[in-house]
């Protein structure tokens, strides 16, 4: 301890005095101060070891092994030759590698096919996060005529008729006499809570193995974390704060803005995680950036300026040997070899809910709220008061209530009467991960 503590001592004064004189810190005295700090920002990106599934939802191999099976089923199409997997193709890290998805009679969509990496993890999906969960997700390009093109209620009845499918639908789901929708649903949903991202040489690093990325990536992780400010969105073991940023691409797409009917969140798309990306150009909610050099040419250089930019979007501007840096850690977030397709995880144990704080004043900081869970009593006002740097859009999705705060800018405030007893939770429409539990008692 001691021994760290000096050395980050002796290095503070020296990049002090450095600053002054134009002296330059020796590379082996700032490695070495910098260890704890480096330790630090790694365990922030240390991968999980279990997988998350919801309660009412849980892991089941028989279910994850039924999703398996629907997901790579042509016949689940319309025509019957497009299955998930056709967009999805885990061989192109589960993209297309088109600028935007193909429908199955070749219809062009308005946006690109995202990854399926790490979705257990995830809050709201699409680019605009219009689905609320994987559940709500699965059906919706079965259903859709520019993508699967088949109905659902006719999908369910040939499912039924097909010996194999209720066979495994009764063995994922036994108790139940015949197949659903949301049965359906809820097996594509489990397969997909599978779609780990395999460890890599990245991970290896994080876990101890010093030698497992080379001295430019690891520089190029520096820089990610710190100076090129891509860590502002791309955050934690998945790379992504599961948030809609507007980062100045050009297009009308209103993203987010068009889903919550919020101006403040125009052009903004969610951050999508890293893993993986090396793997998998185009890049952007609409495939307009063709390579990873390009990516970071537009965040030095192509951003366009508009009143919603992101307020976590920094300008930069990186040397040659930066981007090169920058683009070798990059490519550590991806595995050689072919994707393993099967389902083999381990469920978590159900994650254990935040003490309740009695309190009716929360702030919002750093893309929380803290407290994180209160309890009041019935007809009480909560006060949310936005001490963060960023707007945000507080919300409640109830039978019992529904709030819609409209753009909260830094330093404003909203009141929220609870008028019913039960258990809220109360969000940010542009930050989804940021959640609020309110237990409000009789
Ligand atoms: C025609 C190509 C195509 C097919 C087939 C297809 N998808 Fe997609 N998928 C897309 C596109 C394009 C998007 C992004 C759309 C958007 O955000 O507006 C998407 C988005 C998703 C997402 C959201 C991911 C995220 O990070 O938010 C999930 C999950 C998903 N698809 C699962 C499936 C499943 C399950 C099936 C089969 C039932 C399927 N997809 C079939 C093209 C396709
Ligand atoms: C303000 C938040 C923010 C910051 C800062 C940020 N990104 Fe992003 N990043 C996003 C969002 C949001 C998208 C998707 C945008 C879209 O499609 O409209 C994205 C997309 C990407 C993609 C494309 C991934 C894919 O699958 O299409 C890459 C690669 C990427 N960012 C790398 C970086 C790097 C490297 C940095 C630092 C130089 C960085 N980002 C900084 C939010 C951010």
């Excluded at 508009?306 to 920058?326: F, H, M, Q, V, Y």
């Amino acid at each position: 301890m001691r021994g760290w503590r000096l050395s980050l001592a002796v290095a503070a004064v020296a990049a002090c005095l450095g600053g002054a004189f134009g002296w330059s810190l020796r590379d082996d005295a700032w490695a070495e101060a910098a260890v704890p700090e480096l330790a630090a920002l790694k365990e922030r990106f240390r991968r999980p070891d279990a997988v998350p599934f919801p309660a009412d939802n849980p892991w089941s191999e028989a279910k994850a092994r039924l999703g398996r099976r629907l997901f790579f089923d042509p016949r689940l199409s319309g025509g019957g030759t497009l299955a998930c997997a056709g967009c999805h193709d885990p061989a192109k890290g589960w993209t297309d590698g088109r600028r935007t998805g193909r429908g199955e009679r070749g219809q062009v969509l308005a946006r690109r096919t995202p990854h399926l990496w790490n979705l257990a993890w995830g809050e709201k999906l699409f680019w605009d996060g219009r689905a609320d969960s994987l559940e709500h997700q699965s059906t919706m390009p079965i259903d859709s005529p520019d993508e699967m093109d088949r109905r659902i209620g006719d999908l369910v009845a040939w499912l039924n008729a097909d010996a194999d499918y209720t066979a495994a639908f009764a063995a994922a789901f036994p108790g139940t006499s015949a197949v659903s929708a949301r049965l359906l649903a809820q097996a594509l949903a489990t397969y997909e809570r599978t779609l780990v991202s395999p460890v890599t040489a990245f991970d290896r690093w994080i876990a101890g193995d010093d030698s497992a990325i080379s001295d430019a990536a690891t520089r190029g992780f520096r820089l990610f974390s710190g100076k090129a400010n891509c860590v502002a969105c791309h955050s934690g073991w998945a790379f992504t704060d599961q948030a809609f940023h507007d980062i100045g691409l050009p297009g009308a797409d209103r993203g987010r803005g068009a889903v919550l009917d919020l101006r403040a969140a125009d052009h903004a798309f969610k951050t999508p995680g890293l893993r993986d990306v090396a793997r998998r150009a185009p890049y952007m909610h609409n495939g307009s950036i063709a390579t990873l050099d390009a990516v970071l040419a537009h965040y030095e250089t192509g951003i366009v300026e508009r009143p919603t930019l992101s307020r976590d979007l920094k300008r930069i501007a990186l040397g040659d040997g930066e981007r090169r840096d920058l683009i070798a850690f990059l490519e550590t977030l991806s595995a050689p070899g072919p994707v393993e397709t099967e389902p083999r995880v381990r469920p978590a144990p159900a994650a254990a809910q935040p003490p309740l704080a009695e309190t009716r004043v929360v702030a919002q900081r750093e893309k929380q709220f803290l407290p994180r869970a209160i309890q009041i009593a019935k007809g009480e006002t909560v006060i949310v008061r936005n001490n963060d740097s960023r707007t945000h859009n507080v919300r409640v999705f109830d039978p019992k209530l529904e709030f819609d705060s409209g753009a909260q800018e830094p330093g404003e405030t909203v009141r929220i009467t609870f008028p019913a007893a039960g258990r809220y939770t109360v969000f940010c429409g542009i930050h989804p991960a940021m959640k609020l539990a309110v237990e409000v008692a009789e």
